[in-house]
C-alpha cells in the first residue's frame, strides 16, 4: 500500500486562523527514513513536495509504498529541511514575515487511512506596539526597530513526534550576525508620513514579525548600545 498524508486539525473548523495554519498551507515538504533490521537507515522519501488537492487532501509524485518497517518522517512548511542524519533548517529569518511549520512522525507503522501530521508552529511572533497619555506634545514616530535578536538559526527537528503539545522552541540553536546589521524593522515611515501616537495603542507592524526564539540579552547603555533593546526613533511638536 501506498504511504499517503493527511493534516492534524484540517478537518476542525473552529481551529484558529493565525497567519500560517494546516487551513491555509498549499503544500509542505517531507522526508523519511525507515531502519533495516541491521540498524542501518535507508531514505525512502527526500525532500518530496506534498500538494493540496482539496479539504485535507493531499498527494505527491511517484508514490511510495510502506517498507513493512516502521519509518521516521520529518515535514516542513515554508522551508527546505536539510536531508541526512542531522535533520535539521539553516533558517535565515530575512524580513520575518515569513511562519516556519514542523512536524516528526516517528516510528510510523502502515495503518488504515492516511498518515496524520501534526504540524507545530517553530518560530515566535513578535510586535511592538506604542500609545501616548500626553496632550501637550505631539509624538511623531519615524522608526521602529528590535535591536539584538538572532537574524540566523540551526533548527534541530525533534526526536519524538509533534502529535501532543508542548515546547519546541528549544530545538533551536541561534546565531546572530554583527548585531549593527541584524535590527529588525517594524515600521519605517517615509519623509513626509510619520505615524502620530495618541491614547489608542497602536501596533508598529500589524501582522507581527516571526523571530527565531531566543533569551533577552541584557541592555547595556555606554559609548555604544548593546543587548536587546527596542528603539523608537521620533519627535516631539509642542
Partial sequence: AYIDFAVAGEDDDSMTRATTTTLNINNFKVSAYAQDAYGTYHTLMDQVTVRRTGQNSWTY????????????????????NNAGSNHTINYSIGTGDRDLLVAVRMRAEQKSGPLKLNFRHALTRINISLQTDRRDVRIEVRNVT??????????????????????????????STTKSEADMTFFQSSADLPHTLSDKQWEAYSAGKFMIPFDLTPFEAGTSLNGTYIAVACRYVD
Fill in 61 to 80: 509524485s511517484p508514490k511510495v509504498n510502506w517498507p513493512g518497517v516502521p519509518v521516521d518522517f520529518f515535514a516542513s512548511v515554508k522551508v527546505d
Fill in 146 to 175: 528590535l535591536h539584538g535578536a538572532p537574524d540566523h538559526g540551526l533548527f534541530t527537528f525533534p526526536t519524538a513526534s509533534t502529535t501532543d503539545p508542548g515546547e519546541i522552541f528549544s530545538q533551536w540553536e541561534t546565531q
